[in-house]
């Protein structure tokens, strides 16, 4: 009568089916959550929000009745001890779609079929769940448009309902202080992982999730087909990381979107979010082989990723992007495509390397969209039009005609109009020698 409940990318109490399901299934609930240390060095930004939401998380675990259990070490060999501990017969978990989250699950089903704990991994992690539409003849969509109709039209599951308790078992030796070999503090998470952090992050948690999320749609929301592409403007929803760790139910948020002033553009975008997924499902090497293999030939080239990553390649809009994701682990979307085109096409650089460094600073990094993403603008993966290239002057006078994002981003430029702002080699060359900002790396107006 005891059923765990493994908390991975999904913390929220609302809306959430595993959670439902597992309080449903079973009088006693022990929800926990494994720090895996194979992932924690992978971004101080990540860390920094998952151990905002696993605090957030535990005080809602809390009220309704029992706190949220933290370990660390191996998911699967901690889920089954904690299982076996509490003499529970059945696991809960939501599903996900990474290579990683696949043989994690593969595993997890392994071994407690042996211990003979049932498993159930149940939606959430997305609107339309991977795998539930595919084309006559496919297994997934390739194309966005198609799915976009199909998804659309696809009935959606009723959402869970919160909870009224999660109850511990009976005092079984679960304690932190009794069985202290694989348990965490979470202060000591953040002082370890999270060092290095962006100065500028949101907070973590379902609780800053759903204020932001009521906010947005009140405020944000009949904006955003107008002002989503404005650099400066901050006019999108910045919900991206609260989605990535589930501590904002998507199923709630597209409902909720659905039907008011200015809700489809930005349906559509949740939409594409769930696209990757049922890509990254279908094809789980998406972050590390091209979808779509092409004959692109990449240019190693140190110094001009470098300059790139770090925002000094002399190209402002590009620069501001870059310095943005470091500062506020958060880059504009337009900004992003932007600088992912100018990487992956006017440097020649291969998209694994742009992969890389948004994984590392992005607190919405996600594999599915993160590689779904740069596989788009690298031309390799579901864009249909492969070949188009962004001209960063042309974006820069389109979608900062003004400058602010520059001359907010790049201190340096902060004195000039747009126009100077965004090309500053064409300055009186002495003006130009004054500022402190690097030379053009390649030819910006060839
Ligand atoms: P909004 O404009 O408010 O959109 C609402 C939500 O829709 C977003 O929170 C996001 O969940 C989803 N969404 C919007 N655009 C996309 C898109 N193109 N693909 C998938 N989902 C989308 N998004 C991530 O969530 N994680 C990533 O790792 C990521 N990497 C990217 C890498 C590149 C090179 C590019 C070009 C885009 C990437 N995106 C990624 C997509 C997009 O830039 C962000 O989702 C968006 O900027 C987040 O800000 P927002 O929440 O204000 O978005």
């Given at each position: 009568d005891t059923a765990v409940m493994l908390f991975?990318?999904?913390?929220?109490?609302?809306?959430?089916?595993?959670?439902?399901?597992?309080?449903?299934?079973?009088?006693?609930?022990?929800?926990?959550?494994?720090?895996?240390?194979?992932?924690?060095?992978?971004?101080?930004?990540?860390?920094?929000?998952?151990?905002?939401?696993?605090r957030d998380l535990d005080g809602s675990?809390?009220?309704?009745?029992?706190?949220?259990?933290?370990?660390?070490?191996?998911?699967?060999?901690?889920?089954?001890?904690?299982?076996?501990?509490a003499g529970a017969q059945a696991v809960f978990l939501s599903g996900d779609v990474s290579r990683y989250a696949a043989r994690r699950l593969a595993r997890l089903e392994r071994e407690c079929e042996a211990a003979r704990i049932g498993v159930s991994a149940l939606p959430g992690a997305t609107v339309v769940p991977p795998g539930a539409l595919a084309p006559a003849g496919g297994d997934h969509y390739k194309v966005?448009?198609?799915?976009?109709?199909?998804?659309?039209?696809?009935?959606?599951?009723?959402?869970?309902?919160?909870?009224?308790?999660?109850?511990?078992?009976?005092?079984?030796?679960?304690?932190?202080?009794?069985?202290?070999?694989?348990?965490?503090?979470?202060?000591?998470?953040?002082?370890?992982?999270?060092?290095?952090?962006?100065?500028?992050?949101?907070a973590g948690g379902e609780a800053a999730g759903r204020e932001r999320m009521r906010r947005w749609l009140d405020e944000g929301?009949?904006?955003?087909?107008?002002?989503?592409?404005?650099?400066?403007?901050?006019?999108?929803?910045?919900?991206?990381?609260?989605?990535?760790?589930?501590?904002?139910?998507?199923?709630?948020?597209?409902?909720?979107?659905?039907g008011r002033p200015g809700g489809e553009p930005f349906?559509?975008?949740?939409?594409?979010?769930?696209?990757?997924?049922?890509v990254t499902a279908a094809f789980p090497d998406i972050g590390r082989r091209d979808y779509r293999p092409r004959d692109r030939r990449w240019h190693d080239d140190a110094d001009a990723l470098d300059a790139w990553r770090e925002g000094r390649t002399g190209l402002p809009i590009v620069d501001a992007g870059m310095r943005q994701l470091r500062r506020e682990g958060w880059m504009h979307n337009r900004a992003r495509m932007i600088s992912a085109s100018f990487l992956t096409r006017n440097l020649r650089v291969d998209w694994r390397h742009g992969l890389a460094h948004f994984g590392a600073w992005l607190t919405d990094g996600d594999v599915a969209d993160n590689a779904g993403n740069w596989q788009w603008v690298a031309g390799t993966g579901n864009d249909t039009r492969p070949n188009r290239v962004l001209n960063p002057l042309r974006q820069a006078a389109r979608f900062d005609a003004d400058g602010a994002y520059v001359r907010r981003y790049v201190p340096e430029l902060a004195?000039?109009?747009?126009?100077?702002?965004?090309?500053?080699?064409?300055?009186?060359?002495?003006?130009?020698?004054?500022?402190?900002?690097?030379?053009?790396?390649?030819?910006?107006?060839?």
């Open positions: 991975t990318r999904d913390l929220r109490v609302h809306d959430n089916p595993a959670l439902a399901a597992a309080c449903a299934a079973a009088r006693h609930v022990v929800p926990m959550f494994v720090f895996d240390e194979a992932l924690l060095p992978a971004s101080p930004n990540r860390v920094r929000f998952l151990v905002d939401a696993l675990l809390r009220a309704l009745g029992g706190g949220l259990l933290l370990r660390r070490g191996d998911p699967v060999a901690e889920t089954v001890r904690v299982a076996g501990r966005f448009t198609p799915y976009w109709r199909a998804w659309e039209a696809a009935p959606r599951r009723p959402a869970a309902a919160l909870p009224d308790r999660v109850a511990p078992p009976p005092a079984d030796g679960l304690t932190d202080r009794r069985c202290p070999d694989g348990h965490v503090e979470l202060d000591v998470v953040a002082e370890k992982f999270a060092a290095g952090a962006s100065p500028d992050l949101l929301l009949p904006g955003y087909g107008d002002g989503h592409d404005d650099l400066a403007g901050d006019r999108t929803s910045r919900l991206s990381a609260y989605l990535r760790f589930g501590c904002v139910s998507p199923l709630e948020l597209a409902a909720a979107a659905r349906v559509r975008q949740l939409a594409w979010r769930d696209f990757h997924h049922q004195g000039l109009d747009a126009r100077d702002a965004h090309a500053p080699w064409r300055l009186p060359p002495e003006d130009r020698r004054a500022l402190p900002y690097p030379a053009p790396i390649l030819d910006p107006e060839p």
